[in-house]
């Protein structure tokens, strides 16, 4: 919703900015010297400037503990672009970004910051012609979150709820009870529909791409379910090990870490029905449908692993328990393999097979659709017996594409069949200069665009999916895996004893 | 991006060049799969065409796997040399094919229909003047393309309407030069206040091509859907606009040295615009990632007279 007289009904508008945003708006980052700010959101909103899609009356207000004044700020914001931003800093282009660079110092606890804020903002404001939208990305760690919030809503700063957003990073909790009180305290300063909730798997394009994948091609959408796919396996595998997050990761372990949102939430993209258009509501109302269909993760099946010593692509590398800030009895898992059920009339019988962990063998994350093998085959059992059933593979990072294995006569005197991969990489048809997922989510905050932002349901349902699961694994051991394997054998267990194998990266 | 890799052949008929092109591919064997995201027809008549054409296929060429048919009239039948160049970046290769057509003028069409990839996009980029519109050659290649895309500042206003009238989708290099300019002057009237102004608007005045001025006061007449008088001081590019509404002015305006400059208007505060003046090849790239017809651009045509 805009109001009235707002840009878009400016008649020379028509036809300007593809894409990009056009109502004058304000970006406030709290923790804008933090880690998250430096190396994301700084660069993000820079090239955001460099490709023409900012609003032309924009502005940028840092906000954090360290006392700077605004060239101090444009001089720290430099700094950070030419370390993190994907392109060159073009020194030409600089002043005009840098002139939309503003710092206000203040602490989270006391209102009175909050007020000069708002009188920041204010004046910022009026000097860029007035009716500006508002955003306040909280880039701090999340204990900071309420105070913020009740910071901002106790200078007004929450209201107009039309003009106003708030941008959240995860995690949304550690658990559903959290996440819900989370929500409330945001709730009483914010509508839910001014909260955006960032996670940043959703801006990658290649996951963007699942959308256009499914829902832009008749030719899949048909054979999309139990009657033609035998199970799904989801694989977001990293090689590297907690490096110097230990203490993060110990408080979260891999559940929380990549489970209850980033896996989750590419799962239900592959999984849920087609929304009636691709639009906030629609997307996420069947994002939501699915997770809810989703049975709750139990540990009958479920495999938790913790690295142990070993070798990535030939370094060595330390157990878990040896890595820094890491307590020698640790049970923090840093690895899953789960078998997932969804209750709904187009997948119920297939399962979702999902896996993930730190320290394996490469870093990769990819769907991967097996499909039933042909009701019969008409063949002679030596000439197909190398045939394995069709499979389709999104491959998320690195590489990214699409591959479909299928069945093709080998050039031999004889009939014999055998697997092909027929692979499309979307840099060969692409190769231009891929954006950032924080570039995407961004000017979609900008610009008021929440689709590929999470809703509160479904961060609490996922959290549902999850809390058995962290419930029953408080206690116990998980299983060591030799860095630079594919887990622990209990894994291919879990595949086994359904008559299936993880597929080989 | 490293610079390509470019193989060539030497001129064969136009039944071999696809054969000539899979040998360049190493030959198509069982499971490869080659990637093309569209046909690009190069009209090239002069040797500035072919400098441009030359600029243009560096520069695009690894951004976009496409097939490029550059026809250049000469006499006889139609004979065609290939070449593929395959660009390497970030683990992954981007490859084009370029196939040169040299022949007798009126041939030249059918020798690129036969050549197009099938069902893909095609661009025709017609450089230099464009001839009149009963011309057969300009007829079926326009025929044949998804979009048009020309130059008024080369060819005029007059002639690219006409091939606005038969083409699916028309783009024009002189109107995309205008981008930043049409930002800039949008933003000014954003707000409510400044949009009332707009009900004033009586004249534009223009320090830049003439062409350029005459599609910025077509696009002002069609989007407020009413007469705006132009005065225009020639110059190279644009540097100066200045709307005239009622007793005040909105002024958009390049300063000397970069690709900045200033907006102001009554009861506005001057700010900093980009008025950045892209080069021929990201003009042209970015006319390659749209598809259909423009319509702001097709009624500020109509109304630029």
């Known amino acids: ?505 | 991006m490293t610079r390509p890799e470019i193989k060539t052949t030497g001129w064969t008929e136009l039944a071999g060049v696809e054969r000539a092109l899979a040998e360049l591919r190493g030959g198509d064997s069982l499971g490869s799969v080659r990637a093309t995201t569209l046909n690009l027809v190069i009209t090239c008549s002069t040797e500035e065409d072919a400098e441009s054409t030359e600029r243009v296929l560096e520069g695009i060429g690894g951004s976009r796997p496409l097939r490029a048919i550059v026809i250049s009239p000469s006499s006889g039948t139609p004979k065609a040399r290939v070449a593929s160049a395959c660009w390497t970046g970030a683990g992954q290769q981007v490859c084009t094919e370029r196939i040169t057509i040299h022949g007798a003028r009126a041939a030249l069409p059918s020798a690129v229909l036969a050549l197009l990839v099938a069902d893909l996009p095609v661009f025709l980029w017609w450089q230099g003047e464009i001839p009149d519109p009963s011309d057969s050659v300009l007829e079926e290649l326009v025929e044949a393309a998804t979009r048009v895309i020309v130059d008024s500042d080369q060819a005029g206003i007059e002639p690219v309407r006409h091939v606005d009238r038969m083409a699916a989708g028309l783009a024009d290099l002189a109107w995309v030069r205008t981008n930043p300019w049409r930002e800039a002057i949008a933003a000014l009237f954003d707000a409510p206040r400044q949009r009332k102004a707009l009900d004033h608007l009586v004249g534009l005045e223009v320090s830049g091509p003439p062409n350029q001025a005459a599609l910025l006061a077509g696009w002002l007449r069609s989007r407020l859907d009413r007469q705006v008088g132009l005065d225009t001081t020639r110059a190279k590019r644009i540097n100066r606009v200045e709307l005239l509404c009622g007793d005040g002015a909105f002024v958009v305006e390049r300063s000397s040295r970069n690709e900045h400059g200033e907006a102001r208007g009554p009861n506005l505060a001057p700010r900093a615009v980009g008025l950045p003046a892209p080069g021929l090849v990201a003009l042209l790239s970015g006319e390659l990632d749209r598809l259909g017809a423009e319509r702001p651009f097709e009624q500020a045509l109509a109304a630029a007279a």
Request: hydrophobic share 40%.
């Open chain 1, 1 to 505: 919703m805009s109001p009235r007289g707002a840009p878009r009904d400016n008649p020379l508008r028509e036809g300007l900015r593809v894409g990009g945003a056009s109502e004058p708006a304000l970006f406030v980052i709290f923790g804008a010297t933090g880690d998250l700010a430096q190396r994301k959101l700084l660069p993000a909103l820079y090239n955001l400037a460099k490709r023409g899609l900012l609003p032309p009356r924009f502005g940028v207000v840092g906000y954090a503990r360290t006392e700077m004044t605004d060239e101090g700020f444009r001089r720290f914001a430099k700094a950070a672009i030419e370390a993190h931003s994907r392109t060159k800093m073009d020194e030409r282009f600089w002043p005009a970004f840098a002139s939309m660079l503003h710092y206000h110092a203040g602490g989270f606890d006391d209102q009175k910051h909050f007020h000069e804020l708002a009188k920041t903002v204010e004046d910022l404001d009026a000097h860029i012609g007035g009716g500006a939208h508002r955003v306040f990305y909280l880039s701090t760690p999340s204990s900071f979150f309420p105070v913020i919030v009740k910071g901002l809503g106790a200078a007004k700063l929450s209201r107009p709820a039309d003009l106003v957003r708030v941008v959240i990073e995860k995690p949304f909790g550690r658990d559903l009870e959290s996440a819900r009180d989370l929500a409330e305290t945001v709730h009483r300063w914010f509508q839910e529909r001014q909260v955006y909730r960032i996670d940043h798997y959703l801006g990658k394009e290649t996951v963007q791409n699942i959308y256009a994948f499914r829902f832009a091609n008749a030719i899949f959408e048909p054979i999309w379910s139990n009657s033609y796919v035998d199970h799904i396996q989801i694989t977001v595998a990293e090689s590297i090990g907690v490096e110097h997050r230990a203490a993060f990761y110990e408080e979260t372990g891999v559940v929380r870490d990549i489970v209850q949102n980033h896996l989750l939430q590419v799962l239900a993209l592959v999984a849920m029905e087609p929304p009636a258009a691709f639009e906030p509501e629609a997307v996420r109302d069947e994002k939501a449908k699915l997770l809810r269909a989703m049975r709750p993760m139990s540990f009958q099946d479920a495999v938790r692993g913790q690295y142990d010593r070993g070798y990535v692509a030939g370094d060595e590398a330390p157990a878990y328990t040896s890595e820094p800030e890491v307590p020698p009895d640790s049970n923090t898992a840093t690895y899953i393999a789960a078998k997932l059920e969804i209750d709904n009339w187009r997948w119920a019988g297939t399962p979702f097979y999902i896996r993930s962990g730190k320290r394996l063998a490469k870093r990769v994350t990819e769907v991967a659709v097996q499909f039933r093998r042909p009701p019969h085959l008409p063949f002679s059992r030596e000439a197909a017996e190398h045939l394995e059933a069709n499979s389709l593979v999104l491959r998320i990072q690195p590489d990214e594409g699409i591959s479909l294995r299928f069945g093709a006569k080998a050039p031999t005197p004889t009939l014999s069949i055998r697997s092909v991969n027929m692979d499309f990489l979307y840099g060969s048809s692409f190769l231009s200069d891929v954006p950032e997922a924080y570039e995407t989510l961004l000017l979609d905050a900008i610009r008021g665009d929440s689709t590929l932002f999470t809703r509160q349901d479904s961060v609490e349902r996922a959290w549902q999916i999850c809390d058995p699961l962290i419930e029953q694994w408080q206690t116990g051991q998980p299983q060591p895996y030799a860095s630079g394997s594919w887990g622990p054998d209990a894994a291919d267990e879990l595949m086994a004893r359904d008559g299936r194998r993880w597929r080989r990266p």
